[in-house]
Protein backbone atom coordinates (compact mmCIF):
# COMPACT_ATOMS: atom_id res chain seq x y z
CA UNK A 1 0.00 0.00 0.00
CA UNK A 2 2.53 2.52 1.13
CA UNK A 3 6.46 2.56 0.47
CA UNK A 4 8.85 4.70 2.50
CA UNK A 5 12.17 4.73 1.04
CA UNK A 6 15.08 6.89 2.48
CA UNK A 7 17.83 7.79 0.71
CA UNK A 8 21.36 10.91 0.96
CA UNK A 9 23.03 8.62 3.89
CA UNK A 10 26.74 8.12 3.25
CA UNK A 11 30.31 8.95 4.78
CA UNK A 12 31.56 12.39 5.73
CA UNK A 13 34.07 13.71 7.50
CA UNK A 14 33.28 15.93 10.70
CA UNK A 15 32.00 19.16 10.33
CA UNK A 16 30.32 18.30 7.05
CA UNK A 17 26.39 18.02 6.22
CA UNK A 18 24.44 15.80 4.49
CA UNK A 19 20.51 15.69 3.56
CA UNK A 20 18.42 12.87 3.87
CA UNK A 21 15.29 12.33 2.10
CA UNK A 22 12.10 9.93 2.56
CA UNK A 23 9.75 9.60 -0.72
CA UNK A 24 6.44 8.40 0.64
CA UNK A 25 4.27 6.67 -2.51
CA UNK A 26 0.83 4.84 -2.28
CA UNK A 27 -2.27 5.13 -1.60
CA UNK A 28 -1.90 8.26 0.72
CA UNK A 29 -4.42 10.67 1.44
CA UNK A 30 -1.99 12.64 3.43
CA UNK A 31 0.93 12.47 5.60
CA UNK A 32 0.20 13.48 9.12
CA UNK A 33 3.66 13.46 11.07
CA UNK A 34 6.83 12.24 9.53
CA UNK A 35 9.74 11.93 11.65
CA UNK A 36 13.58 11.02 11.52
CA UNK A 37 14.80 8.29 14.09
CA UNK A 38 18.14 6.94 14.49
CA UNK A 39 19.66 3.96 15.79
CA UNK A 40 23.20 3.74 16.56
CA UNK A 41 24.96 -0.10 16.90
CA UNK A 42 24.35 -1.71 20.18
CA UNK A 43 21.83 1.51 21.34
CA UNK A 44 17.92 1.66 20.85
CA UNK A 45 16.17 3.60 18.12
CA UNK A 46 15.84 7.67 18.65
CA UNK A 47 13.55 9.94 17.54
CA UNK A 48 16.26 12.92 15.68
CA UNK A 49 13.08 15.26 14.53
CA UNK A 50 9.31 15.12 13.99
CA UNK A 51 7.40 17.67 11.43
CA UNK A 52 3.47 17.51 11.58
CA UNK A 53 1.15 18.44 8.89
CA UNK A 54 0.52 22.36 10.35
CA UNK A 55 4.12 22.51 10.10
CA UNK A 56 5.71 22.42 13.45
CA UNK A 57 8.96 20.96 14.82
CA UNK A 58 10.65 18.99 17.50
CA UNK A 59 14.21 17.98 17.95
CA UNK A 60 16.02 16.05 19.76
CA UNK A 61 18.47 18.08 21.95
CA UNK A 62 21.14 16.63 20.65
CA UNK A 63 20.49 17.93 17.28
CA UNK A 64 19.11 21.39 17.70
CA UNK A 65 20.44 24.03 15.77
CA UNK A 66 22.41 21.22 13.58
CA UNK A 67 19.55 19.68 11.95
CA UNK A 68 16.33 20.57 10.49
CA UNK A 69 12.97 18.99 9.33
CA UNK A 70 11.27 19.90 6.27
CA UNK A 71 8.71 18.54 3.83
CA UNK A 72 7.65 18.98 0.38
CA UNK A 73 3.55 17.89 0.69
CA UNK A 74 3.16 17.71 -2.88
CA UNK A 75 6.09 15.30 -3.41
CA UNK A 76 5.18 13.17 -0.23
CA UNK A 77 8.72 14.11 0.80
CA UNK A 78 10.30 14.74 3.98
CA UNK A 79 13.82 15.49 4.50
CA UNK A 80 16.43 15.86 7.22
CA UNK A 81 19.34 18.58 6.92
CA UNK A 82 22.57 17.75 8.83
CA UNK A 83 25.03 20.06 9.15
CA UNK A 84 28.17 19.85 11.50
CA UNK A 85 27.88 16.54 11.89
CA UNK A 86 29.56 14.64 14.60
CA UNK A 87 31.16 11.43 15.22
CA UNK A 88 28.35 10.90 17.60
CA UNK A 89 25.75 11.07 14.97
CA UNK A 90 26.98 7.87 13.21
CA UNK A 91 23.71 5.63 12.78
CA UNK A 92 21.21 4.32 10.37
CA UNK A 93 18.75 6.78 10.09
CA UNK A 94 15.15 5.30 9.48
CA UNK A 95 11.89 7.32 8.44
CA UNK A 96 8.63 6.96 9.95
CA UNK A 97 5.39 8.29 7.96
CA UNK A 98 1.70 8.83 9.75
CA UNK A 99 -0.49 8.74 7.54
CA UNK A 100 -4.63 8.85 5.89
CA UNK A 101 -4.88 6.49 3.28
CA UNK A 102 -7.21 6.76 0.20
CA UNK A 103 -10.28 5.35 1.07
CA UNK A 104 -9.49 3.79 4.29
CA UNK A 105 -10.12 5.27 8.14
CA UNK A 106 -7.67 6.27 10.34
CA UNK A 107 -3.59 6.84 10.60
CA UNK A 108 -1.25 4.42 9.25
CA UNK A 109 2.47 4.15 10.39
CA UNK A 110 5.14 3.13 8.08
CA UNK A 111 9.06 2.96 8.31
CA UNK A 112 11.68 3.10 5.56
CA UNK A 113 14.40 0.69 5.76
CA UNK A 114 17.20 2.93 6.77
CA UNK A 115 20.06 4.64 5.51
CA UNK A 116 23.08 4.48 6.95
CA UNK A 117 25.15 8.09 8.18
CA UNK A 118 28.69 7.62 8.63
CA UNK A 119 30.73 10.67 10.28
CA UNK A 120 34.35 10.45 10.59
CA UNK A 121 36.83 12.38 13.02
Known amino acids: QVQVVESGGGLVQAGGSLRLSCAAS????????AGWYRQAPGEQRELVAR???????NYADSVKGRFTISRDNAKNTVYLQMNSLKPEDTAVYYC???????????????WGQGTQVTVSS
Open 51 to 57: IISGGST
Open 26 to 33: GSIFSINV
Open 96 to 110: NVEVMLRGRLGSWSY
